[in-house]
């Protein structure tokens, strides 16, 4: 039986995320940086890393001395014209627009995609590593960390908001070839030296 460890690892912020914005493109915050170096000393050494096309996530990757390579199920949520804007802004502008994506899974913000659209890709992405074995460390975002543990639990969609998924937060996610298992989720104090059974 084939045994199959993926580390969901999600990535460090940037200035604007901190100020409660929506990201755009942008490079990671100092402490978050400094958080990914002291990160870095407790990985196991995976057997392949894989990372989102976004610049903070590639950076928390080479910071972490990862050679991952990127993902397209790994991408964050696209937030559309909220991109790059706080939630304050958007609470003003588009009061009913923000009270339905937080409240219904298929809504997406124009341009944008729905928290639904996440959920279907990265249930793909674990379907495809469910055929893998070894050890995957793959960084990623909030969003699809979510979706990852909605999707392993096989929890409904509307308890997304529920979830608690830090910058530099480790989730560990188990397979024996048929069915996933939510290892851990939270801080980056587990154990993350163990095995893949």
């Given at each position: 039986m084939?045994?199959?460890?993926?580390?969901?690892?999600?990535?460090?912020?940037?200035?604007?995320?901190r100020?409660?914005?929506?990201?755009?493109?942008?490079?990671?915050?100092?402490?978050?940086?400094?958080?990914?170096?002291?990160?870095?000393?407790?990985?196991?050494?995976?057997?392949?890393?894989?990372?989102?096309?976004?610049?903070?996530?590639?950076?928390?990757?080479?910071?972490?001395?990862?050679?991952?390579?990127?993902?397209?199920?790994?991408?964050?949520?696209?937030?559309?014209?909220w991109?790059?804007?706080t939630?304050?802004?958007?609470?003003?502008?588009?009061?009913?627009?923000?009270?339905?994506?937080?409240?219904?899974?298929n809504?997406?913000?124009?341009?944008?995609?729905?928290i639904?659209?996440?959920?279907?890709?990265?249930?793909?992405?674990?379907?495809?590593?469910?055929?893998?074995?070894?050890?995957?460390?793959?960084?990623?975002?909030?969003?699809?960390?979510?979706?990852?543990?909605?999707?392993?639990?096989?929890?409904?969609?509307?308890?997304?908001?529920?979830?608690?998924?830090?910058?530099?937060?480790i989730?560990?996610?188990?397979?024996?070839?048929?069915?996933?298992?939510?290892?851990?989720?939270?801080?980056?104090?587990?154990?993350?030296?163990?095995?893949?059974?």
């Amino acid at each position: 039986m084939r045994a199959m460890r993926l580390t969901l690892i999600c990535s460090g912020i940037t200035q604007g995320t901190r100020k409660h914005g929506f990201p755009s493109d942008e490079g990671l915050e100092e402490r978050s940086k400094r958080l990914a170096h002291a990160l870095r000393h407790d990985l196991a050494e995976p057997d392949r890393s894989l990372c989102s096309h976004a610049l903070r996530a590639r950076q928390t990757a080479e910071i972490l001395g990862l050679a991952a390579t990127i993902h397209e199920d790994l991408r964050d949520q696209d937030y559309g014209i909220w991109a790059g804007k706080t939630l304050a802004e958007i609470e003003k502008d588009e009061p009913e627009a923000l009270a339905a994506w937080l409240t219904d899974p298929n809504y997406a913000p124009a341009g944008g995609e729905s928290i639904a659209g996440v959920a279907e890709r990265t249930g793909a992405f674990l379907d495809e590593m469910r055929a893998e074995s070894g050890h995957v460390i793959a960084v990623t975002h909030p969003a699809v960390v979510r979706a990852a543990i909605l999707n392993v639990l096989a929890a409904p969609l509307t308890a997304y908001w529920r979830i608690d998924t830090t910058p530099l937060s480790i989730t560990d996610l188990r397979c024996d070839g048929r069915r996933w298992v939510l290892r851990a989720h939270g801080l980056p104090s587990l154990d993350l030296k163990g095995s893949p059974d």
